[in-house]
Each structure stands twice: as structure tokens, then as C-alpha cells.
């Protein structure tokens, strides 16, 4: 039986249909640029602590790591271009002390209300990295990764509460009997890529039970501990035994300005003797500024007496973000205006704090490491910043960010430098934009095959 006319012709015209779909994909692969790297940032000044960089340089991207940094990398090898010149690149920021474990309903909890999502404050100041620092504990740590660190872009790590509960308040936090260095350390150990440490915080009693059971923790994991020292009480629970007695080298005292707990010595007004002997010892200091964990009338004569931080950090939630803290490059700023260099301040908001978690592979620029970048702008003028008490110091230069790359791609770009102007024909490899920013997502379609061209 003969097919029918019509029939055949609609089948030969599908036939040449899919053909012609097929030569245009095969055209379109075979068109693919096949260049050495993804994205350069061109005439940047590259600031790359661990690697003992601090000069213009040009920065080469390739499927998500560092491919080179060199002084001259031509443009013609690359994708994409941006000229960075009069910005600063350095490794992506890495906020040490941070609370994102929010979940709406618990009033009054870092489990809950006070904390906020690292995604909306993290890549429009340059962290790629976020610390969380001490939100959940053994018990509800699987549901914080389930339902936050699981589902943002931010990278965020984890130091576990030595409090099964948890940063949930008083009648949590104050519990001694949930607090379980071998159960904490078992947590730690079934999820070693996001638990980083171990945290204790906001004890009111006289006891070392935390400490005790942080450290134990601590040592079963082989991760440091975190100290936020709670209440203060110097007879039982002196701050000088803390750092020279119970915490191990390599163990991380935060709020470290607040004043709070005898940090500063009443008569020079220098670091206490605790700190000098602490630091001798190997524990290392963060800011963790918080809404009530800095004031100048320490940081200040500290500062000048040469105790500088390890790590700038922020303690960001609810009560911090609007507050003086802000975010990391507002206290990075503020810490620049009482006496650190540029370069100090970003070598601990990067290497510094990547070594204290024990994540060398974060926080440079290294050939092969992870292409987690800032651009960074530093901005002169006149600001100010302030403290608890609600005290003004003025500072004549502010860190801002421009752009933050994460894993080899744009995330954040306040004024699409990497965009194309409207109205302006498209860049080169515009339709391969999606391999260096996350603002295009896949390859553009092909463009149809023009059937009435002969």
C-alpha cells in the first residue's frame, strides 16, 4: 500500500527539520571557544596574604579554581575581561563568628528569631565564607543543615554548641546536663566538610562544665574550640586559667574587645595579663563585635600597644546588623580607622581565619584553589563608626565591595561591570557568560537556521 502524497512530504520535511536542528547544535559545539580561561580580572591590585602578594596584578578563572595570577594576562586568552584597575582583589572574605541558623517562631533564639540568612548579608560585602558560631548543637544540627545550610549560597561552616539544644536561651544554654563533649564530637565527625569547631557561649554559672566538655569535644574531632566566656566570674572561673590552662593552642577566644571579663589590664590599659600569656600560648583572638562585644576604650589602647586581632569578625544577627557592626567591612573599616593597615585587615577577614578553622584551601588565591574572590573599593572621605556605648571614632577611608565571585562565578556586581551596556552589541562569547556569572544561566539557544538564505 502506497503512503499517501501528503503524507510523505510532511514526514521528508520533519526529517530535514531535525537534520537541520542537529547541523546547527553540532555547528554550535563545534563554535564553542576553546580558550585558557573563563574570566580575567585585569590591572587589579592583588592583595593574597598567604601567598605574600600585595601588587597589581592581573587574576585568571577556569572552571571555578584559580588557573594563574601574574602581572600580565592577555585578554585574548580569556572568555571574559574586567578591568579592575584602582580596585582591590583579594580572596573571598570569611566571616568567623556568624548566626544563620533562622528558623521564624522562637522568640529570643539563635535557633530561631535572632539569626538571620547568611545570603542577604554575605556576597554584597565580599564573604563568600560564613563561620556559623554556635546556633545548633548534636541535636538539631541535621535540621539546620536541612533546612538553611543546605539550601543557600553562601559556604557555611559550622561550630557546633557544646549545648545539644543549642543557642536557644538561658534555659538551654545554662543546662549542664546537655552538655556532651563525646556526643558533640560524634556530630562533628559524621559531617567533617561543614563542622569546622566547637563553640561554648553565654554560661551564667561559676562552673568549667562548657569549657570542660568543649575542649573534649574538641580534641575527640580534632577541631578548635570557640570561646564566648558568658558571664563573669573572675574567683572561680578566672580568664587568666581559661587561656593558660584550659583552652589548647589553637583554640579561638571571640568578643576579645568587649571588656566584659577583665580583658584589659586597669593600669596601662594594655591587653591583660591573661591575653599576653593566652596568645604566648597559641590561642588566637577575634572580634566577634556583636551588638554588645566592642568598645573603643579597649580596642583602642590595645591596638597601640600592638594586640591586634587574629581574625576580624563580626557576630552578626538581629541585634548587630543595624546596629555598630553592620557587616564585615563596615568593622574591617572600623578597625583600619584605630590603627590596622589595609592589608592586615584583609589578611584577617582571609588566610588568618581559613587557618584557624583548618581550611587552608580557603581564603587565597593560589593556582587550583577554590575562585572565591572580592574586588574591593577603598573609598576616601569622612565616616564614621561606633561601639556599644554608642561611641563615634571618625575615619577617613571605608572598604566597600564591587564585585564577589564564588566558586569561579559572579554572585554579586553593584554597578555590572561585567554586564553589557544596553543598547551596545553584545561582548565577545556573550552567549558563554554563563560559565563566569551566576546572571546567565546556560548557554543562548542557537539561532535558527535561515531556510530562505541561498
Not at 103 to 126: H, K, L, Q
Not at 224 to 231: A, C, L, S
Not at 320 to 331: P, Q, Y
Request: charged fraction near 25%.
Amino acid at each position: 500500500m502506497k503512503r499517501p502524497l501528503y503524507r510523505l512530504t510532511r514526514s521528508i520535511a520533519s526529517c530535514c527539520a531535525v537534520a537541520s536542528l542537529a547541523a546547527a547544535s553540532v555547528h554550535a559545539f563545534a563554535q564553542a571557544p576553546n580558550l585558557a580561561y573563563d574570566l580575567v580580572l585585569q590591572n587589579g591590585h592583588v592583595i593574597d596574604d598567604k601567598n605574600h602578594i600585595d601588587s597589581v596584578m592581573d587574576v585568571a578563572i577556569k572552571d571555578g579554581k584559580i588557573a594563574k595570577v601574574a602581572p600580565h594576562i592577555a585578554g585574548s586568552d580569556a572568555l571574559k575581561t574586567i578591568d579592575v584597575k584602582g580596585l582591590y582583589v583579594t580572596p573571598g572574605l570569611i566571616d568567623i563568628h556568624f548566626h544563620g541558623f533562622e528558623v521564624p517562631g522562637e522568640r529570643g533564639s539563635y535557633a530561631g528569631d535572632n539569626s538571620i540568612r547568611p545570603d542577604g548579608f554575605t556576597f554584597r560585602t565580599g564573604v563568600t565564607t560564613v563561620v556559623d558560631a554556635g546556633c545548633a548543637g548534636w541535636r538539631n544540627f541535621e535540621e539546620y543543615k536541612t533546612r538553611i545550610i543546605d539550601r543557600q549560597k553562601t559556604r557555611i561552616l559550622v561550630l557546633l554548641n557544646i549545648v545539644g539544644a543549642g543557642m536557644r536561651g538561658p534555659k538551654y544554654e545554662n543546662n549542664q546536663a546537655d552538655m556532651d563533649g563525646a556526643a558533640t564530637a560524634a556530630m562533628a565527625l559524621k559531617y567533617p566538610k561543614i563542622v569546622v569547631g566547637i563553640k561554648t557561649a553565654h554560661y551564667a554559672g561559676p562552673e568549667w562544665t562548657p569549657v570542660e566538655q568543649a575542649v573534649i569535644a574538641g580534641t575527640k574531632a580534632n577541631i578548635p574550640v570557640m570561646v564566648d566566656f558568658g558571664e563573669n566570674h573572675p574567683e572561680s572561673r578566672p580568664l587568666y586559667d581559661l587561656l593558660t590552662k584550659k583552652l589548647r593552642p589553637g583554640d579561638i577566644y571571640t568578643h576579645m574587645y568587649s571588656g566584659l571579663r577583665n580583658e584589659q589590664d586597669p593600669v596601662t590599659k594594655g591587653p591583660s595579663k591573661a591575653f599576653i600569656e593566652g596568645r604566648k600560648r597559641g590561642v588566637f583572638f577575634d572580634t566577634g563585635t556583636g551588638g554588645g562585644s566592642f568598645r573603643f576604650s579597649l580596642a583602642v589602647p590595645m591596638i597601640k600597644d600592638g594586640f591586634i586581632p587574629d581574625s576580624i569578625s563580626t557576630d552578626l544577627h538581629i541585634g548587630s546588623m543595624n546596629g555598630a557592626t553592620k557587616d564585615e567591612l563596615n568593622v574591617a573599616s572600623k578597625m583600619m580607622a584605630i590603627g590596622l593597615s589595609l592589608q592586615q585587615a584583609i589578611a584577617e577577614m582571609t588566610s588568618h581565619p581559613a587557618h584557624e578553622i583548618k581550611r587552608e584551601e580557603l581564603g587565597n588565591l593560589s593556582v587550583g584553589s577554590v575562585a572565591d574572590i572580592a574586588v574591593l573599593r577603598l573609598e576616601q572621605g569622612h565616616f564614621g563608626f561606633t561601639d556599644m556605648d554608642n561611641v563615634r571614632v571618625d575615619g577617613t577611608k571605608k572598604l566597600t565591595d564591587e564585585i564577589t565571585l564564588k566558586d569561579g562565578k559572579i554572585v554579586y556586581d553593584l554597578n555590572g561591570m561585567e554586564a553589557d551596556k544596553y543598547g551596545a552589541p553584545p561582548s565577545p562569547h556573550a552567549d558563554q557568560a554563563y560559565r563566569w556569572t551566576s546572571f546567565a544561566h546556560g548557554p543562548r539557544p542557537a539561532e535558527p537556521a535561515d531556510n530562505n538564505r541561498h
